[in-house]
């Protein structure tokens, strides 16, 4: 069998590479481990949910967290099994409908005070579930509004007051005030970024770009979890709850990575019936996209919406409601996901 000369070429170069790179000075890049995260998500009572599990204070003093823990190779089959293993013995949880988010690696984002262990690469996962249908011996886990994490970010009522009052103003002193020696240049100006993220100077409020103003708030020193990773900043009054309760390590950065992705995706695809029950009305089908989406939407045309969407259909039952005509009761039909790709609520809201 002959070898001709552009594959023994390759070879012979592939030869001095390995010869190379077995001769090269080794460095030490560090350890590092694979966290697993889960934003797992629910509406209860008209509420937004994420399922929080509470630890001893981290360095600044945040106890509440999402359920986490390392990827074990040597148990763990994948990173999803690893996953729902953690959530199983966190908050007694079996998960059903889970994605990943993102891959979160910066640096002192999940480190401890004077912490000399690896260097922690958190994987995010998005959960959806339906409240009641954790296990009831359940201690640590307990369901939290994620309003209270982004309180910025709740339009039920129109345009959250914080924002002209507290976050707003806390801004504007941030993008005029003169950037650190040393700190990255960007090519957009802070103010330009504030407009951009927050809807101001008659830009639209763009509801999916949750994580945009949480990190915006992190940079500028606003969120506790800034003050914790970043002690060299010199803020002329520090964060407060008004910013939303803090988290553990970068948890707040994942559920906020989760709360945008859901939001996205219910436009697109049906997940919005992962978090109903079998038989709803088309009333609480709306108030379950409220709380998901943050803004009041008008009856008629959400409801001319769905039905012209074809994702539901009648049960040909009936639920009684105290002072009221009896409503209709409607389940998913699931026959939409064959019919188009893309069988979403495609709701876009108008808020300045």
């Known amino acids: 069998m002959t070898i001709d000369m552009q594959t023994q070429r390759a070879m012979t170069r592939g ?11 080794r460095t030490d890049l560090g350890r590092v481990e694979i ?12 509420e937004p949910v994420a399922l929080i599990v509470r630890e001893e204070p981290d360095a600044a003093g945040a106890t509440d967290g999402l359920p986490f823990g390392p ?10 099994s690893g996953l729902r293993s953690w ?4 908050a007694g949880l079996d998960l059903g ?16 005070a004077g912490d000399t262990g690896p260097h922690v ?6 959960a959806l579930t339906r409240v009641g249908e954790s296990h009831p011996g359940v201690e640590r886990g307990t369901w939290r509004s994620w309003y209270q994490f982004f309180p910025w970010e709740d339009w039920r009522k129109g345009r959250p007051q914080i924002l002209e ?20 240049a960007r090519p957009i100006q802070r103010s330009d970024r504030v407009r951009m993220c927050f809807g101001t100077d008659g830009a639209m409020w763009d509801e999916e770009r949750v994580l945009d103003r949480y990190e915006l708030l992190y940079e500028a020193g606003l969120v506790t979890e800034a003050m914790r990773d970043r002690p060299e900043l010199s803020i002329p009054s520090p964060p407060s709850e008004t910013f939303g309760s803090g988290m553990r390590f970068d948890h707040r950065r994942i559920l906020a990575t989760a709360i945008g992705r859901v939001r996205a995706k219910i436009k697109y695809r049906p997940v919005i019936f992962e978090l109903m029950p079998d038989d709803f ?15 009041h939407l008008h009856k008629q045309n959400f409801r001319r919406l769905v039905e012209s969407a074809g994702l539901v259909e009648p049960t040909g039952e009936v639920r009684t409601r105290t002072g009221g005509r009896p409503a209709k009761l409607y389940r998913f039909r699931r026959e939409v996901l064959l019919e188009r790709p893309a069988p979403g609520v495609r709701v876009k809201a108008n808020r300045v």
């Open 121 to 126: 690469v958190s994987i995010g996962y998005l």
């Open 281 to 295: 009305t088309l009333f609480e089908l709306q108030r379950t996209v409220e709380a998901i989406l943050g803004p």
């Open 87 to 90: 959530v199983q013995e966190q």
């Open 71 to 80: 990827f074990n190779p040597k148990t763990h089959r994948t990173l999803e």
């Open 15 to 25: 030869d001095e590479a390995k010869r190379s790179h077995s001769h090269a000075p």
């Open 35 to 46: 966290g697993l995260n889960a934003a797992i998500v629910a509406v209860s009572n008209n």
């Open 97 to 112: 409908y889970a994605e990943q988010l993102y891959t979160f690696g910066d640096r002192g984002r999940h480190a401890e």
């Open 165 to 184: 009052s507290v976050v707003l103003p806390r801004l504007k002193e941030w993008a005029d005030r003169p950037q650190r020696p040393g700190a990255p």
